[in-house]
């Protein structure tokens, strides 16, 4: 019994390190709308928008509220919602490219806003 306790033991102390590894650095935290519609648009923007060690994006698909969490000192926000984009979801700051939204699947394709696109 003592020996699963310390088996136990040792594997979630490793487990926190690892935890502790993967925190971002010079995190800051923002929230950004995001458009899109359900479960298969939340993979998709949350892999554009992810970046190991130096950004995490976590999409709510009821809300459209995505927070950003990110490394300020190697990357901002302009930069995590352009590859979004890039995927083809616009945000309250970026509107994506028509080839990249008409690619999507159908149940991934919301009503687009009137959003002025970037450059």
């Known amino acids: 019994m003592k020996s699963i306790q310390n088996v136990l033991m040792a594997i979630v ?3 926190s390190g690892v935890a502790v590894n993967a925190q971002i650095k010079n995190a800051k935290t923002e929230t950004v709308k995001i458009f ?3 479960g298969m648009c939340k993979k998709t923007i ?3 928008g992810n970046s190991q060690n130096i950004a995490t994006v976590n999409w ?3 809300t459209k509220i995505a927070t950003l969490t990110y490394d300020s ?3 901002n926000q302009d ?3 352009k590859r979004v984009a890039i995927a083809g979801y616009d945000s309250e700051k970026n509107k994506a490219p028509e080839a990249s939204y008409n690619k999507l699947p159908g149940c991934c394709q919301y009503e687009r806003e009137s ?3 970037k450059n």
Request: net charge negative.
């Open 13 to 15: 102390l490793l487990l």
């Open 36 to 38: 899109g519609n359900c």
């Open 46 to 48: 949350e892999k554009a």
């Open 60 to 62: 709510d698909k009821d």
């Open 73 to 75: 000192a190697l990357t």
């Open 79 to 81: 930069e995590i919602l």
């Open 115 to 117: 959003i002025k696109e």
